[in-house]
């Protein structure tokens, strides 16, 4: 995928914003790094919409269309003195209205990760797996009490 400048940004802004809530957004855009979990967010003290480009490249157009939407619906209700957060009425309504999604979607690379201790007894070579660590110093082999030691530890999604 392309790199968007910020020119190109705000383009895109301006059009997803003048095709599904028929008026211009007029405000700044621009993509921030060091959000995390979050696709985007809107800042009402400056008027400023963030955008997560880690979002817009795992999880392709259609998905950052949809995080666009949703900060466009708390800009475009804050700017007409509306109720423009996530629990106000007005807000739930523009949402459905121009088809917003309420959440988005976690990205697959901070997805829960799930990590498998894998344990082996030094005398039987019995295999232990675990979902976290285990005090070798207290916890030996069921089968024969001797040592366990750490043989693997494995990160999956
Ligand atoms: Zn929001
Ligand atoms: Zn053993």
Avoid: W
């Avoid at 795992?58 to 939407?69: A, C, N, P, Q, V």
């Avoid at 309420?102 to 690379?109: G, H, K, M």
């Avoid at 901070?110 to 070798?136: G, L, M």
């Amino acid at each position: 995928m392309e790199k968007m400048t910020q020119a190109q940004l705000k383009e895109l802004v301006n059009e997803i914003s003048l095709t599904y809530f028929d008026k211009p957004y007029q405000d700044s855009v621009s993509f921030n790094n060091r959000l995390r979990t979050t696709g985007g967010r809107y800042i009402p003290s400056k008027r400023k919409i963030e955008l997560n480009p880690k979002f817009r490249r795992e999880l392709g157009e259609e998905e950052f269309t949809g995080i666009i939407k949703h900060e466009l619906c708390h800009y475009h209700l804050h700017i007409e003195g509306k109720g423009y957060k996530h629990r106000d009425k007005d807000f739930r309504k523009l949402l459905k209205k121009t088809g917003s999604p309420r959440f988005c979607q976690p990205l697959p690379s901070v997805e829960k990760k799930t990590t498998i201790y894998t344990y082996t007894c030094v005398a039987c070579q019995h295999v232990y797996k675990r979902r976290r660590r285990v005090n070798t110093d207290r916890y030996r082999c069921g089968k024969c009490r001797g040592k366990l030691k750490l043989a693997e530890k494995t990160t999956r999604k």
